[in-house]
Structures are given as C-alpha cells and as structure tokens.
C-alpha cells in the first residue's frame, strides 16, 4: 500500500480543550506529529507575550497546529467527501499542509523577526524542504510532495482550493486560533458557530464558497475576529512586553556589536546577531533558550540590558499615553531631547507602537489589496461576494482600525531624585502629571 | 522612531510620484530584495509578492497628512498617485533617512509599467529556484498575464542592471 494511504491499525487521539478530540488514522500524519521539528512547537507559545496580560495564555502552536489539521480533516472527511469538485487525491496533501502551515515560527517571533530580519514563511519552506526529519517523513509520499506542501503553506500552488481553506478570509487556522485563543485568555469573545459554517462549506474550482444559508453564522466569525483583534492580540499591555522584548534582543545586538563582554555568553544568538544563522541553528532556538538569556542578563553590568530583562522577567512594563503622530511628531522630538537631557537613552525607553487591523475586505479590480473575498453560494447557484449581500459585513468591508501609543518608563520618569525639572518637562509633555 | 514610516518616504520623495498601489508595491519589493533596508514583510499573492505591511503604512501616512494619495478613473477601476505632502517634507526633513543609490534604482524601475514590474518581482521571489523553474512558476502562476521567454530573459537582466546601480556588483 502506498505510504500516503497507509492507516494506522487504531486510530489515535488527542484530547483537545476545542475540538473535543483530534483524531489521526492517516500513518503520515502520526509520523509527522512525531518528528522533532513538530514537537519543538510544544515550546513556543501561540500568543507569545500575551500570557503576561492573560495569564491563561499559555498554549502553545502545537496545540494550535493539531486544531488546524482536525478542522481540514473534518472538512475533507465530513464534508467535501465525495463531492464532485472535490478530489480525494488532495486530501492528505491539504492535511500536511495545515499540520505544518506554522512549523517555521520561532520563538517570541514577532520581535525576533523585526530585530533579526527573518521570516518564519522562510524557515517553514526550509524545514520542510531542508534536511529534517519532518522532510524525510514527506518524501515517502512522493519525491515531490514536500515541494507541493511547501507551495501550498507559501500560496505559490496552483491549487487554489487547497490554498484558500489553509489560508483565506475564512480558513481553518483563523477557525482554531479564534476560538483556542478565547479558551485560553479566558475572554467572551472569539467564540462562533464553526459546526454551521463547516457544514455549509462547498468546493468550488478556485476556493471554498460558503452556502447563503450560512451567512449568518460567517457574520458572526468576522465579528468574532474583529472582537478579539482588539480586545486580545493588540491589547495595549501585551504590546509594552512585545516592546521590552523587542529592546532586549536590540540591546543584546548592539552590544555584540560594540564587542562587549556579556558575562553570560550568548553563544545561541551569535549566529543571529551576525546574520549567518542555519537550519540547525534556528530550530535549536525556543522560548525556553531565550528566558534563560533574560534571567541570566539581569546580571548583566551594561545598565540597559540588565534594567530590561528584569523588567520583563518581573512584568515591570512600560507604561502608554495615545499617540497622534501626525500632530505629535514634533512632540516625539522633544521628548526625544529631554530623556538625552535626563540621561534616559530615548532609544530603548520612548517607543511609538502601532496596530492596525481590516476586518473584511473584498477585491476590488486592478488593485493591489489581494484578500480573497469570502463568496457566498446563492439558491440558484450563482456566486455572490460576501459583503454584497450582508448589510453587516458591508458596513466593515475594507475599513482599517489602526491605533498608536507611546511607550515609556514610567517609575524612571517619576524619579525626581536626579534631574527633578527635566522630568517634570517630560511628564507635562507627556499629560501625565 | 517612525524609521520604517520615514524609509517608505524617502522611498516616495526620491520618485517623486508614483502611481498605482501595484506599482508602489513591486517598487518597493524589488528595492528591498536587491538592497535596501525596507522592513515590511512580503507573502505571495495574486499579482506576485505583496505586503499587508506596506498597504498599512501607506495607507498611516496619508491618514498623518504626510502622503498625498489621489484617487482617479482609469478605464473600469480606480488607480492612486502618490505624493509627499508638505508636511511629509517636514517630517523628512527632521527625519532624514541614508539610502545612498536607492534614488537610481527608483528612478529606473518609476520608467517601467507595473506589468514588468510584476515579472521582476516575481522572478526575484523564486531566485533561489533553477531559471527553468522560476520560467515554470512565471508560466503556471501568472498564466492570465501571458509572459514570454523573452520578457522572462529581460526581467533577469534588469535585475542585474539594477544591481548594478545598487553598487552590488
């Protein structure tokens, strides 16, 4: 029997807070949960920093990565199965592809890509292709399966159907994590009726299309995603780690740069710091490797990394005001000067983040915003973009939410026992006194 | 501070205008591929490598007044020009970016259409993919926009033209 058809001879399962059960019967799958590349996931956390503002949020993306693939496989199984626009010989592929859509993610991601320009997309492509063990588990399908997984994950395959339910406005991994990121922050919201929307899903040619009379129950997972957008993933308290987290890994780099002599050696960042990092380098990296870092920098004698870590290892976050850059920035620039003046280098500790998020959006021809809109499939069998027939999600499709605020320290700012007057400028700027 | 706002300025200044988002996008890939410090994030879409990323910041900056966006017919769609605003100079000003040959580079890829541009940017996302794979990626993906051999064969020498004027070579 060929590997890719091969089952197990009992089928295997997984208790899941979300869906209950993850049920594995395909060998492939079993062998791809097994691999160490699969298995690093366990330890990287789904939210990253958020579990500082959530204390629940601890899951992690292989948690996520196993809800993703139960979602396609009920999909392809319960659903698609023997329909006409469906092809069975997709199946495993769109499985492995969900399993492995996040396999690149490293740790705390979000800041190491910024500080170390690097792009999880790219090492999902590697390790899926590179010399891995979870390549060599692909490679018994066919020679060329790897190759047609990492197409799928990177959207470049011409398979679009498969593309869209891993990947889409409306696709598995947005169905896991809004719901497994609600269970876990413990929060109302990001909860929606996925049974219905599954059970209303068809294939089509170029994507998944979504039955009219589950429009209802597609509005209330666009709202759902716009809900936890802001309540959840841009909370402003998670985001002040995210920025102590960003500064640390910054400091680490320059100092490097500057040949400074880390008391504790931080020899699993050389390969970051000088931009030469390998496959094996990378997938050694996880959440644990880095916190040892942070705890150990706290003993570090440059005043900037040892002040950070502690920080974030002690939760002693930056505290925010709105932020209005374009009637502020000239505001920035003096506040900029003042922290110099106050000795308090603006550079780690005065920092402009920004969110933004589109709810909806819908193509509109000839430009360049490339959503693939959800299509609605009407009685008489026509297709129908989303937002044409739901008032709601008219009312959202293509606005941007976007906020700013301004990070700084504030006990540092509150200190008056050195530079009392500048302090006081810094604090009237800010409209904190 | 507001780097990454100040990049895409500078980008936008030393074009003088730009025209279309498509183009804007490629424009900037293309920089970044070959070069530049740009920082926004690019994933495969439709018309090749495309960054929400980028949208956005666009998108802030008209929203601070710093980038003027012009919305105008063109046949059955809209297109968008952009411009720096008087304040956006102001802002550049205080903001002063380095990107030493990235005015070149602009320039040249500001005379091409943003069909070719599509092409290039497209060819330099599978670089790392054997020519004949890259054509095959070109022919399968962008099958609606009828690319030959020998826009292919072009494409590959602009990259290295603009290497070339990136100092790269």
């Known amino acids: 029997m060929a590997y890719s058809a091969e089952k197990l001879s009992e089928e295997k399962v997984f208790k899941d807070p979300v869906h209950r059960y993850i049920h594995v019967r ?11 590349e699969f298995q690093r996931l366990r330890r990287i956390k789904q939210l990253g920093t958020t579990y500082l503002t959530f204390h629940g949020a601890e899951h992690s993306r292989f948690n996520h990565s196993l809800g993703v693939y139960e979602i396609v496989r009920r999909i392809s199984d319960d659903v698609f199965l023997g329909r006409p626009e469906w092809d069975e010989e997709d199946r495993i592929l769109t499985l492995c592809a969900a399993l492995l859509h996040d396999l690149g993610h490293g740790p705390f991601s979000h800041s190491f890509e910024k500080v170390f320009d690097l792009d999880h997309e790219h090492y999902t492509r590697a390790i899926i292709l590179g010399d891995t063990e979870v390549h060599q588990v692909l490679t018994r399908v066919s020679a060329d399966f790897p190759q047609k997984v990492a197409d799928v994950i990177a959207k470049t395959s011409k398979n679009k159907l498969v593309v869209s339910l891993i990947s889409s406005q409306i696709d598995a991994d947005r169905m896991d994590y809004l719901q497994r990121d609600a269970y876990f922050t413990g929060v109302s919201y990001g909860h929606f009726d996925m049974e219905r929307i599954l059970r209303v899903m068809r294939p089509r040619e170029d994507q998944v299309v979504i039955k009219q009379s589950g429009m209802h129950a597609v509005e209330d997972y666009i709202m759902s995603r716009y809900q936890m957008y802001w309540q ?202 | 501070m507001l780097k990454d706002h100040a990049k895409l300025m500078h980008a936008i200044a030393v074009s003088e205008e730009i025209v279309g988002r498509k183009k804007l996008q490629k424009m900037i890939y293309i920089a970044k591929n070959i070069a530049f410090p740009f920082q926004e994030r690019f994933q495969f879409h439709f018309y090749g490598p495309y960054s929400e990323e980028l949208t956005l910041r666009v998108e802030e900056l008209c929203n601070m007044g710093f980038l003027n966006e012009v919305k105008e017919k063109k046949g059955g769609y809209y297109q968008y020009r952009y411009t720096l605003t008087e304040t956006g100079k102001e802002f550049l000003d205080i903001n002063s970016v380095e990107m030493p040959s990235l005015q070149d580079c602009l320039l040249d890829m500001n005379g091409q259409n943003a069909r070719f541009l599509e092409l290039v940017s497209t060819v330099l996302y599978f670089n790392d993919l054997p020519k004949e794979e890259v054509k095959e990626k070109v022919f399968t993906l962008k099958s609606k926009q009828r690319y030959t051999d020998e826009e292919v064969e072009q494409a590959y020498q602009y990259i290295g033209s603009l290497r070339e004027k990136a100092g790269l070579h």
Not at chain 1, 30 to 36: A, E, N, Q, V, Y
């Open chain 1, 26 to 36: 395909d060998r492939v799958i079993w062998d791809l949960i097994g691999t160490k």
């Open chain 1, 232 to 433: 959840v993933y841009f909370h402003p308290v998670t985001r002040s780690a995210e920025v102590i987290l960003t500064k640390i890994l910054h400091r680490a780099k320059d100092l490097h740069e500057q040949k400074y002599r880390f008391k504790y050696d931080p020899i699993h960042f050389y390969s970051l710091f000088n931009g030469e990092i390998t496959l094996e380098d990378y997938i050694k990296l996880d959440e644990a490797i880095i916190l040892y870092y942070f705890q150990m920098w706290q003993e570090e004698e440059d005043p900037i990394l040892k002040d950070l870590c502690c920080r974030f290892m002690d939760r002693n976050l930056y505290k925010y005001v709105e932020f209005d850059p374009a009637k502020e920035y000239k505001k920035l620039t003096e506040l900029s000067a003042l922290f110099k003046k106050a000795g308090i280098d603006p550079e780690y500790y005065l920092v402009v983040d920004s969110s933004s998020d589109l709810p909806y959006d819908f193509y509109r021809p000839g430009e360049e915003e490339e959503r693939l809109p959800i299509h609605l499939l009407l009685k008489n069998g026509d297709i129908r973009e989303l937002s044409r027939e739901s008032e709601i999600v008219d009312a959202i499709s293509g606005k941007r939410r976007t906020d700013h605020k301004l990070y700084y320290p504030a006990d540092f700012i509150a200190d008056d026992s050195k530079k009392p007057n500048i302090k006081k400028q810094i604090r009237t700027l800010l409209e904190i006194d």
